[in-house]
């Protein structure tokens, strides 16, 4: 089981984001390996879920092009993809929220309302709310 973090991140890093990130280090992702980065924290890399079963070869099929970041500024991590090789991994950066929306929708909602529940999802939040914006009359 995955269960190491950087030591600059682990004491930012939630305990729900914590949780779903070595959920889908042990469950959802394949070829994970951590490595350091130059701010002196570290960085998971692993096959993208999205575009890697597009490669035409096993070697390139293995190959880690998609990897969960420390995000500082947004307290989280982000999933870049090096190959951007399918509409699911191109476009930039994606918050935890919106990479476990495009790989597993279910398990995205169980992290919003678990987020929600913790009182950090919506406005000024990098998650949003799962029963959308509460309006009051």
Not at 125 to 131: A, F, G, L, V
Request: charged share 25%; proline share 5%; aromatic share 10%.
């Amino acid at each position: 089981m995955k269960s190491s973090t950087s030591s600059i991140c682990q004491a930012k890093e939630s305990l729900i984001d914590q949780r779903y990130r070595l959920l889908l280090l042990n469950q959802y992702l394949k070829n994970i390996n951590e490595v350091p980065v130059a701010s002196g924290g570290s960085k998971w890399v692993f096959c993208c879920p999205f575009c890697s079963s597009l490669s035409r070869t096993e070697a390139k099929r293995n190959e880690r092009k998609g990897a969960l970041l420390w995000n500082d500024l947004q307290n989280s991590w982000v999933f870049f993809c090096a190959k951007k090789g399918s509409p699911k991994c191109s476009g930039g950066g994606k918050t935890l929220e919106r990479f476990l929306s495009a790989l597993e929708p279910e398990l995205a909602e169980q992290y919003r309302i678990d987020r929600w529940h913790s009182h950090t999802t919506g406005k000024g939040h990098n998650c949003p709310s799962p029963y959308g914006p509460i309006v009051l009359r």
